[in-house]
């Protein structure tokens, strides 16, 4: 799985969840109601996620990307940021991983945030 996969995975873990087997269902007869529509997808507020996470008060997740990778128990390493920064097309040089890690972090709030989670603007692009 990709890093960018273990994050979204850890902040919606039902997006994992493998969809029900469809049961050989008889046709219904004329008449009857529809079958009901999939329930609507929750948004999941990430920051009061985040923020109620062991380890969560002693960790600066809202600025540092190393911080929020190892609040949800990922990989934080260099290496493991630069295949994040890969996976997520950062167009600059990664030996600058100050510069690296703000574009990183500001990338995977928006996309935690394109992706259905309720992150507040001032940790998004």
């Known amino acids: ?16 969840a493998a969809p029900a087997p469809a049961a050989a269902a008889a046709p219904a007869p004329a008449g009857a109601p529809a079958a009901a529509p999939p329930p609507a997808i929750t948004v999941v507020d990430v920051e009061a996620l985040l923020d109620g996470m062991p380890g969560a008060s002693s960790l600066n997740w809202r600025t540092s990307i190393v911080d929020l990778m190892k609040l949800l128990g990922l990989d934080s390493s260099l290496d493991a940021r630069k295949q994040l920064a890969a996976e997520l097309s950062y167009g600059a040089d990664t030996s600058d991983s100050a510069k690296m890690n703000i574009w990183l972090h500001r990338q995977v709030m928006t996309k935690l945030a394109a992706n259905g989670g309720n992150v507040p603007a001032e940790l998004r692009d």
Do not use: E, Q, V
């Open 1 to 16: 799985m990709s890093i960018f996969g273990s994050i979204l995975s850890k902040i919606f873990p039902s997006a994992n």
